[in-house]
């Protein structure tokens, strides 16, 4: 497995480093990086700050994903899911978190809020064209193949 080099900097005293919980996890947990706790009630969100910034390499991205526990058993959830770190952005980096949840959920310093891959970045190069090439489905949007319950 290839392992790619990113540099990281507190730019907080009291952040945390990300790391990976388990020998082969995807993503890294990203903590708060707060002053105080916070209280995010039902139907809320807020940019919680992680106090970290990161110098990723050119052809790389960072996406900053929900923590699977943190939906299921508190409905929080990001807002903007996948988040992108571009190679190019050298500023701290925040979780937009919101709470789906029927109850307040309180968030402190070091609760870990979010998940940290770093991947690989495919540019595209486009070419415009007077029509696109047929397919089956062609132009067929969502529920094109109906629902669940349809299918034999």
């Given at each position: ?60 991205e ?26 190019d ?42 029509e ?21």
């Open positions: 497995m290839d392992k790619i080099p990113v540099e990281i900097c507190r730019v907080r005293a009291q952040a945390r480093l990300p790391r990976y919980m388990t020998e082969d996890a995807a993503g890294m947990d990203v903590h708060a990086c707060l002053d105080a706790p916070l209280t995010l009630l039902p139907g809320a969100r807020a940019l919680i700050p992680t106090g970290l910034a990161l110098a990723i390499p050119p052809g790389f960072g996406q900053v994903r929900p923590r699977s526990g943190l939906a299921l058993k508190q409905g929080l959830t990001l807002v903007n899911s996948p988040g992108t770190i571009d190679a952005y050298r500023g701290e980096f925040g979780v937009i978190l919101i709470n789906h949840g029927q109850e307040a959920v309180r968030i402190a310093d070091g609760d870990r809020i979010a998940q940290l891959l770093i991947a690989p970045v495919c540019r595209a190069v486009l070419r415009e064209v007077s696109l090439s047929a397919t089956a489905r062609d132009s067929g949007g969502f529920g094109h193949t109906g629902v669940a319950d349809d299918n034999p």
